[in-house]
T-cell receptor, first 118, second 113 residues
Framework: DAGVTQSPTHLIKTRGQHVTLRCSPI?????VSWYQQVLGQGPQFIFQ???????GRGNFPDRFSARQFPNYSSELNVNALLLGDSALYLC?????????????????FGQGTRLTVV | GQQLNQSPQSMFIQEGEDVSMNCTSSSIFNTWLWYKQDPGEGPVLLIA???AGELTSNGRLTAQFGITRKDSFLNISASIPSDVGIYFC?????????????WGAGTKLIIKP
């Protein structure tokens, strides 16, 4: 079975542009979460989606948006890119939305999309 | 907001040595998670702890959930080259009826040549 897949793996954009990042969860997983990881730091929670609905949002500006499709894949959109948006964007999939954090509902991460804003 | 403080930031060790790192918080957590991240990869869950005082092993890795529920420790015995990477602690916090993961800044493990 394929794990969590993200595309593209690397991306270079200029300030002011917008970007769309994509994530396909593990087959059977209905929840997708997005994280931003700036170099030298731990991941920061951006969004969680479950059954196509937003179930959680971190402390990020409205330039960040996301959606989940009927096949449970997800897109993260960032508008009006800033230099500070340069980071590794991670997608994690899990079975359930509440993420009770038992071993049956742990989140599995993709390899990430490295976004560089110049 | 809640923060997790990891120490040390980085460690240089000899192959075969034992490694210890810890994670502390000013708030109580009901679950502690330890992840490892290799370069160019996403984090991989190593150990999950659900009960204060719990000691759990995964091969050469052992983690403990502190009695105060404000800290956790990860030990690696007899380190090998593939242990190199960044180790993160994380804990779920309830926000708007859903859990979000709060992460530490990581401990970078480097093996001396």
């Amino acid at each position: 079975d394929a794990g969590v897949t993200q595309s593209p793996t690397h991306l270079i954009k200029t300030r002011g542009q917008h970007v769309t990042l994509r994530c396909s969860p593990i087959s059977g997983h209905k929840s997708v979460s997005w994280y931003q990881q700036v170099l030298g730091q731990g991941p920061q929670f951006i969004f969680q989606y479950y059954e196509k609905e937003e179930r959680g949002r971190g402390n990020f500006p409205d330039r960040f948006s996301a959606r989940q499709f009927p096949n449970y894949s997800s897109e993260l959109n960032v508008n009006a890119l800033l230099l500070g948006d340069s980071a590794l964007y991670l997608c994690a999939s899990s079975l359930a939305a509440r993420q009770i954090y038992t071993l049956n509902t742990e989140a599995f991460f993709g390899q990430g999309t490295r976004l560089t804003v110049v | 907001g809640q923060q997790l403080n990891q120490s040390p930031q980085s460690m240089f060790i000899q192959e075969g040595e034992d490694v210890s790192m810890n994670c502390t918080s000013s708030s109580i957590f009901n679950t502690w998670l330890w992840y490892k991240q290799d370069p160019g990869e996403g984090p991989v869950l190593l150990i999950a702890l659900y009960k204060a005082g719990e000691l759990t092993s995964n091969g050469r890795l052992t983690a403990q959930f502190g009695i105060t529920r404000k800290d956790s420790f990860l030990n690696i015995s007899a380190s090998i080259p593939s242990d190199v990477g960044i180790y993160f602690c994380a804990g779920p916090t309830l926000m708007d009826s859903n859990y979000q993961l709060i992460w530490g800044a990581g401990t970078k493990l480097i093996i001396k040549p």
